[in-house]
């Protein structure tokens, strides 16, 4: 294992190199890639890479990208691309695909605000628009995440328990670009840490078709079947992350990532890189005498309810702050926790950093100060510069 100062797109890039390496006594590894900024970089890193029973094949469009990837995993490879905003829109339909034939495609998605008009910047609504489509969603906090999720989600993708897509997102330019200190690991730790890419339903063994009609009754039981599968997905994870952290030594975040939680009566909630500045801004009010604390939801889909509902119990007042907005409704992640709060507990949405805008400390102090004195819950918030 190596300390190597890296962006989260080439952390991303390389943890997908080890993956496809660790596969080489397999069927191998393909990455099917097209440039999206600010996902480009980690393309263009693999694209750098030997692997040594794999190709990267470089496609025309998005939709083909994914498309490369899904007859990759269909014969057996393990398969990785990456996209961002539009990118993602345009692939849609292929990771619907994937996700409907539970082919185990990694997908690593610099979070970017959708177009036009056309803004490169941060904001979860590229991602957040496939919420529905039976694909894993993991949102990152830092590079050493990025790097660690993306093995992961290999990882878990390919459990026979799991069998379905997994995107690992990170926050546009926020973290895709800046570089930190990342602990690589070793390939031996990575052989160790993914068996055998193994895929039931592989074509090329015995005569069948994937993606054939089928009838109402068949459709109604993949999807019954499909969405078990998503439920026990916590479960499976924290296998994942013992093994992980038994090889690795480091363990992986949790489904939600709780901090100073346990004696808040305050509570705030977000995702991404959003989470880690309001870990921050806890800090601060704590020594001001304010009991608050922070949940910062990891795993979107699928959402952890019962953990959510834990760590909400007992909790006056919840901020769940959103860098997304569903248009008519407000934040997507408010719009599904809500319910998860006791009776009586007043759960507040405050919309930031829509579009790439900064979230500082300051901006969570001011969420604080504007819920303290509520009494119940209203509109969505938009939260200003300050």
């Known amino acids: 294992m190596s300390a ?6 080439h952390g991303a890039a390389m943890a997908a190199t ?52 899904i007859g990759a995993s269909a014969s057996g490879a393990r398969a990785f691309t990456a996209t961002s905003s539009n990118g993602l829109a345009y692939m849609a339909e292929n990771c619907m695909a994937a996700a409907n034939l539970r082919l185990p495609v990694v997908l690593a998605v610099a979070n970017r ?3 036009p008009p056309w803004n490169l910047w941060a904001d979860h609504g590229d991602a957040l628009m496939l919420r529905d489509l039976g694909l894993l969603q993991f949102f990152c906090a830092d590079n050493q995440e990025v790097f660690d999720t993306v093995l992961c989600a290999f990882r878990l993708a390919e459990d026979p328990e799991v069998m379905m897509p ?16 990342t602990e690589i690991s070793d390939q031996e730790q990575v052989d160790r840490f993914l068996p055998l890419t193994t ?16 009838v109402p009754h068949q459709t109604e039981m993949h999807r019954q079947q499909h969405h078990a ?6 479960r499976v994870y924290e296998g994942v992350q013992d093994s992980f952290e038994a090889i690795f030594g480091r363990r992986p975040a949790d489904a939600v990532q709780a901090y100073r939680a346990d004696d808040a009566e305050t509570l705030i909630v977000s995702m991404g890189t959003i989470g880690a500045t309001v870990e921050r801004a806890v800090t601060m009010l704590r020594a001001q005498g304010h009991r608050v604390g922070a949940l910062r939801v990891r795993m979107f889909r699928p959402l952890p309810v019962a953990a959510i509902r834990k760590s909400f119990a007992g909790k006056k007042r919840i901020a769940v702050i959103d860098r997304n907005i569903s248009l008519g409704l407000g934040g997507i992640l408010w719009g599904e926790v809500r319910a998860l709060a006791e009776p009586g507990t007043v759960v507040q949405n405050y919309l930031a950093g829509i579009g790439g805008g900064d979230v500082r400390p300051e901006h969570i102090v001011s969420v604080l100060a504007d819920l303290l004195p509520r009494q119940v819950a209203g509109l969505p918030e938009m939260v200003e510069a300050v």
Do not use: W
Not at 166 to 181: E, P, Q
Not at 200 to 205: R, T, V
């Open 4 to 9: 190597q100062l890296l962006s989260a797109n």
């Open 18 to 69: 080890l993956a496809g390496r660790a596969n080489r006594e397999g069927r191998g590894f393909c990455g099917g890639v097209y440039p999206i900024t600010p996902s480009t970089e980690c393309m263009e890193f693999l694209c750098l890479q030997e692997i040594e029973k794999g190709r990267v094949v470089r496609t025309e469009s998005e939709h083909s990208a994914m498309g490369v990837c």
């Open 113 to 115: 605000t959708l177009g």
């Open 166 to 181: 997994a995107m690992v997102c990170m926050d546009g330019f926020i973290l895709s670009h800046s570089v930190t200190m």
């Open 199 to 214: 895929i039931p339903h592989q074509l090329g063994h015995t005569p069948h078709t994937l993606g054939q009609i089928e």
């Open 229 to 234: 599968a998503m439920l026990g997905v916590p």
